[in-house]
């Protein structure tokens, strides 16, 4: 089944599709049915509407119910040095060993592809990554996992596979092949960091919010469309994101350390 899988998702064109997904999403939808049409889609994806910040009448597309602002008071920022950039469930937690990360269990890739900058890479060798995917009924907005200076973000093109599970699980280098948004950052002590935005197929546009400057811990970096996966990353001798097992959920702002 996984061969079949990587086959078709291979050979679909993921671009094209997820553009046309992107314009449907973006269409006005009636404001007599926003209410029971968001409803529906929260019931159906265990989106949480009672944390939003607007009422669902207010979303005149589903690309900015995607994008939804939370209540001020959704997501308390732990006073810890990491914390959880998204909501969603961890795909990997652990160290980056030679220069390559776990995709899934079995199976890494190098962290130069993933971030398009063997310099970066060879400077996080030795630190610690965390993977999270975000699902469709998730809160869509990234936030700093650290406080840091971001030096610069670079986006890198690519395809757009999916990024849920069973494509995780079958598709080689997947997380690398995807087009992404490269944060580079600095933390305090001088160690180098970084937050990646994967894209991934029927994501309506990566939205950078803080292309550069100080952060602190749970400031606004982006937004993905319908959902996608993240990689926050820290070198060696700062502190180590939690070694959670795959499938449990976090939230962001919670204690990552």
Known sequence: MSTLRRILLSALPKV????????????????????????????RYGAALDEAAAAPASFRSL????????????????????V???????????PIHAGRIEQVKGHDYALADLLGDA????ALDGGCQATVYLAPGDYHRVHAPFAADIERVVALPGTLFPVNPPAVRCIRDLFARNSRHVFHCRLAGGAAAAVVMVGAYNVGGTRITRPQGTVHRGDELGQFGFGSTVVALVGPGAPRFSGLAPEQRVRMGGAAC
């Open 63 to 82: 690309q900015e119910f995607f994008r939804r602002a939370l209540r001020p008071d959704a997501r308390p920022v732990a006073d810890a040095p990491l």
């Open 16 to 43: 094209a599709l997820s553009r046309l997904c992107g314009l449907g999403c973006s269409l006005p939808v009636p404001r007599a049915l926003r209410p029971r049409f968001y409803g529906w889609f929260a019931r």
């Open 84 to 94: 959880w950039p998204c909501d969603g469930r961890i795909v990997t937690v652990g």
């Open 119 to 122: 310099e970066l890479a060879r």
